[in-house]
Structures are given as C-alpha cells and as structure tokens.
Nanobody, 115 residues
Framework: VQLQASGGGLAHPGGSLTLSCASSGSILAFNEMNWYRQSLGTERDAVARITRDGKTMYEDFSEGRFTISKDNAKNMMYLEMTDLRPEDTGVYYC??????????WGQGTQVTVSS
C-alpha cells in the first residue's frame, strides 16, 4: 500500500488549506491514520490522528483549527486547516499504521503560510 499526500501550497495568515492523503489500498486495513509535519530544522511532529472507527485526536496547536477526517469508501484522509499561522509552515506527511507492522508514510506536501 502507498500513500500520496497533496493539497499543500501557499496561504496567507488566517487562511485555509485542505490536505488530502490517498491510499492505494483500503484504509480500513489501518488501525489509525495520522498527519505529521516537519518544519525546517525541527523534528517531525504529530498533528492529528484518526482511528479506524473514526475517533480523532489533536495536538494542542491543532485543536480547534484543524480537522482530520477520512472517507473509507474513497480510501482518503483529509486535514482541513483553518486560521493558518506562519508557524504552521512545513512539510506535511500522512501516515498509516496497522499495529504490529511498520508504519506507512506518504511523501510530504509543502505548506507555506506567509503574507
């Protein structure tokens, strides 16, 4: 199975972007799917998580501004980002995990928030 992230781009502060993550296989095979991000010179940090049964979890910085969702029928995961800030700039990665196996990573999509 492969994951492909898309939807990044340039946004102004306060603006919105929606990222997509397409899976080549059924996402119901995964116990959870995640969005991570990595800014220049920093480690890759968790952004949001959605479990197989649809439970969502957010980090402090993403709570209230970002919404993670998925469409099982389309094998897609999304990250709707609102009220974007310059510190949200980074490469965003999607990730899928089936417990007991190695996680699958998609390639990153660049998000730049700048006026």
């Amino acid at each position: 199975v492969q994951l492909q992230a898309s939807g990044g781009g340039l946004a102004h502060p306060g603006g919105s972007l929606t990222l997509s993550c397409a899976s080549s296989g059924s996402i119901l095979a995964f116990n959870e799917m995640n969005w991570y991000r990595q800014s220049l010179g920093t480690e890759r940090d968790a952004v949001a998580r959605i479990t197989r049964d649809g439970k969502t979890m957010y980090e402090d910085f993403s709570e209230g501004r970002f919404t993670i969702s998925k469409d099982n029928a389309k094998n897609m995961m999304y990250l709707e980002m609102t009220d974007l800030r310059p510190e949200d700039t980074g490469v965003y990665y999607c990730n899928a995990q089936t417990y007991g196996t190695r996680p699958i990573w998609g390639q990153g999509t660049q998000v730049t928030v700048s006026s």
